[in-house]
């Protein structure tokens, strides 16, 4: 009966059957909470997990939202264990479950430690301080050896030389590397100082294995983000450095973990090189060092795994919606599901050694939240946000349409709040990025795509999976590959049409946005496709694949998963595939904005994107840079003033008069308390 109660009350609620007070404002989202991490106790007695607390705008220091610990024991309430403004990370119990290490910079810490706190209560004890911030951590099965991940801190006379003012760079080659050092906790000898391990590349992750000293680490060559993205690999070494066993894999490569007996490794990759997902699930074989793919990703990808005894617990997305399942790895017995589809989507899993199975979940109806599977069934076990129940959510349902082409495309509608059949209303396209990425049936919610106070301003949010998209197998992601723009973005345009010829959206009334490739989509749309939309905000955004090429980050993912093809091998078609190429065409009022720090799309694909429309003059065109941002904004003041500015332009020309841009000025300073001027703000 209790699963059928919270089933039902999350059914009304994505409904928007159930008596509320008025929608969500932009401040609204701007305090929004959700769960970023769990991790069950092996003893499967206490779940912690952390929960994030933006900052508020006008009122606190500016920056990223704080992360604080929770912990709840089985079939109790969640209590706080360290909260307030800090940032806890890498949470991690130890092995017979009597205490929680986690990392943060706390009181005189210069750099990210690790710390230890009892479950049972009692402060939190520092276990390492190191020269650098402590990254990634594993601690040995026998709770006597940690080994951790830290790059060696800078020389000494760096600093002297930069007063001095000798600060040249080299681009990309006085990059520092990621080492992983081992520390011995059962050591007293107060002196000792954490030991290299002899491992050559870049170390993204390690971990001990469960039953003797052996380590499983994820490695790059070097530690640029293209080499991390396209040529990581899967290796067990010991602690001199020595490899065990090392697995030939090719192309992107996600999540690994040991089996519960150490002798197998599950994990996440591509089917090859070329593939743009991680997406399906492989074992590989300690001992004779052979890989076999567990579940091909032909129709869905994996988006997370756990071993439970002998069996792998993962995470599968299928169009919007996602499921928990089952596979019997040494069983010959079908992958059974846990927890089917249309029960929420799931992001992450722990598992707990005595049966149970926690996931971070959101619905329609709030953020991730900590949800668990046992005897009692399927069931919610935080609440972030309570106040939510008090806010007037819009429906929001699935919706499939049929591209020119005849391919059926799938996304997800959120419709205005009060919305009356046979009115037409105006709509705003919210693309995903990647391209390889997708939409789910989720909570839809946030600075950069603001749905529900959409939905409360009476607008439709559409949020279509183009080709390309990610969630409905290998083939599906790879359509757009050497296929910039067209189809991939008539796609949207196709949603669009369908929603006009349903008699829901006013062809006329329709804006765009998106960030990264939604960006490049935005663009696009109000170039090429300018005739169909009113009103692009631009975000992070690709404006010219030619240049694009020579100022990312990561040129060799762009060639092997998305162009197929490097400038010099089709420049042309680069170049027409570009919306600078189109911007005699544009029309379409457009809002740009970007980071100034970003590296991957470079924020001169902005400002070329804004110069061709401003000496065109065809269409109003406005730029805003974040200083200290880089691809998508983190801190809270620039997050608020983004989705500020989005709304103000898409109100401006799908509800208002249009013409010349609404002022760039959003008098930030009239919400100041007690008198503050800016610069305390």
Known sequence: MKKLLISLSLLLASSGLMAKNDGMTLEDISKLQSVTSLDVSPNGEYIAFTQSKPRTPYVDEDGTAWNQLFVMKKGGEARPFITGEVSIGGVQWAHDSSAIYYTSKRGEDKHNSLYKIPVDGGESQQVLSFETDIGGYTISHDGSKLVFLAKEEDPKHLEKLDKKGFKAKVYEEDIKM??????????????????????????????????????????????????????????????????????????????????????????????DYNDPTDGALYIANVVDETIYKRVANLTSHVMDIAWQGDDVIYIEHQGVESRIVRAAIKRKIADRPVVDYGNGIHSRLSVSNTGDIYAMTDTASHPREVYAFNADGFERLTNSNPWLADKALGKQVAYEYEARDGLKIQGVLVYPLNYKKGKRYPMIAFIHGGPEAHESNGWKTNYGDPAQYASAQGYFSFFPNYRGSTGRGDEFARLDQHGYADPEFTDILDGKLALVKDGMVDTDKVGITGGSYGGYATAWSSTALSEHYAAGVMFVGISNQLSKFGTTDIPNEMQAVHARAWPWDDYQWMLETSPIYHAPKGKTPLLIMHGEADTRVHPSQSMEMYRYLKTLGNAPVRLVLYPGEGHGNRKAAAQLDYSMRLMRWMDHYLKGKGGNPPPYDLKHEEKLENGSDSSDS
């Open 178 to 271: 990621t080492h992983a050092w081992l520390y011995e906790l059962a050591s007293e000898e107060d002196s000792q100082k954490p030991a290299k391990l002899d491992i050559k590349d870049h170390v993204l992750s390690v971990a001990f294995s469960p039953v003797n000293d052996e380590l499983m680490v994820q490695t790059s060559p070097t530690s640029l983000i293209d080499d991390i993205y396209m040529k990581k690999s899967l290796k067990v070494v010991d602690l001199d450095g020595d490899i065990v066993a090392s697995f030939k894999t090719e192309g992107k490569q996600g999540k690994a973990v040991w089996s519960t007996d150490g002798k197998q490794i599950a994990f996440l990759g591509a089917n």
